[in-house]
T-cell receptor, first 111, second 113 residues
C-alpha cells in the first residue's frame, strides 16, 4: 500500500526559531494536507494543497506541493509555545480516495 | 457550526468483550470516515461512508469490526470481540465532499486489558 515517510520524527526548538518538516511518498498524490494534533484531540486541518508546485500560506505556516507530486513540506516561522503538537502530512491519490497519513512530527517549543 | 461529536471519550474493556462507538458528523456532511490511531502513529482509515453507503472498507478487519451509518447521518463502529491490539484512539471525521479536507472529532480512546 501507500507509504508516507515524514521527517523528522521529533524536533526540540527555541521560541522564535523557524521549523521545517517534510513528507515523501512512494506514490503520486493529487492532494496534500497538513494537520496538527494536540493531546486528547483529533487532527485539525492547517493547510490543503491541490496542485503540483502550489505554495500556500496560513499565517506563520507555509506549505508546498512538490513538483513531482511525491513530496510536500511545511514551514513554521517564528515559532511560539502554542505551536507545540504533532504535525501530520496526509496525501490523497485521487479525488475521493482515502487519506494516507504520515507518522507525524512531534514539535516541542521551549520558551 | 458544531463540530464532529463522538462518544464516549474513553472506554476500558477486557479482551473478548464488545464495544461500540458513536459519531454525529457536521450537519450536511455527506462523507463520514472512521480512523484508527495507534499511539505514536498516524491515523489509518477503517471505513468511509458516502451518505449511508460504504465507499471503502478495505482496511476494516471485518471478522471483528463492523460499522453502519443509518439514514446517512449518525454512525456507529463496533468491535466484537476486542483484542489487546485494538487499543487505540478511534477518530470519526466528516467532509462536505470527498475531495476536501476532513473535520475530525476528538476521538474515543479505547483501552483493552
Amino acid at each position: 500500500g501507500q507509504q508516507l515517510n515524514q521527517s523528522p520524527q521529533s524536533m526540540f526548538i527555541q521560541e522564535g526559531e523557524d521549523v521545517s518538516m517534510n513528507c515523501t511518498s512512494s506514490s503520486i498524490f493529487n492532494t496534500w494536507l497538513w494537520y496538527k494534533q494536540e493531546p486528547g484531540e483529533g487532527p485539525v486541518l492547517l493547510i490543503a494543497l491541490y496542485k503540483a508546485g502550489e505554495l500556500t500560506s496560513n499565517g506563520r505556516l507555509t506549505a508546498q506541493f512538490g513538483i513531482t507530486r511525491k513530496d510536500s513540506f511545511l514551514n513554521i516561522s517564528a515559532s511560539i509555545p502554542s505551536d507545540v503538537g504533532i504535525y501530520f502530512c496526509a496525501g490523497q491519490e485521487t479525488s475521493g480516495s482515502r487519506l494516507t497519513f504520515g507518522e507525524g512530527t512531534q514539535l516541542t517549543v521551549n520558551p | 457550526e458544531a463540530g464532529v461529536a463522538q462518544s464516549p471519550r474513553y472506554k476500558i474493556i477486557e479482551k473478548r468483550q464488545s464495544v461500540a462507538f458513536w459519531c454525529n458528523p457536521i450537519s450536511g456532511h455527506a462523507t463520514l470516515y472512521w480512523y484508527q490511531q495507534i499511539l505514536g502513529q498516524g491515523p489509518k482509515l477503517l471505513i468511509q461512508f458516502q451518505n449511508n453507503g460504504v465507499v471503502d472498507d478495505s482496511q476494516l478487519p471485518k471478522d471483528r469490526f463492523s460499522a453502519e451509518r443509518l439514514k446517512g447521518v449518525d454512525s456507529t463502529l463496533k468491535i466484537q470481540p476486542a483484542k489487546l491490539e485494538d487499543s487505540a484512539v478511534y477518530l470519526c471525521a466528516s467532509s462536505l465532499t470527498r475531495d476536501r479536507g476532513y473535520t475530525f472529532g476528538s476521538g474515543t480512546r479505547l483501552t483493552v486489558v
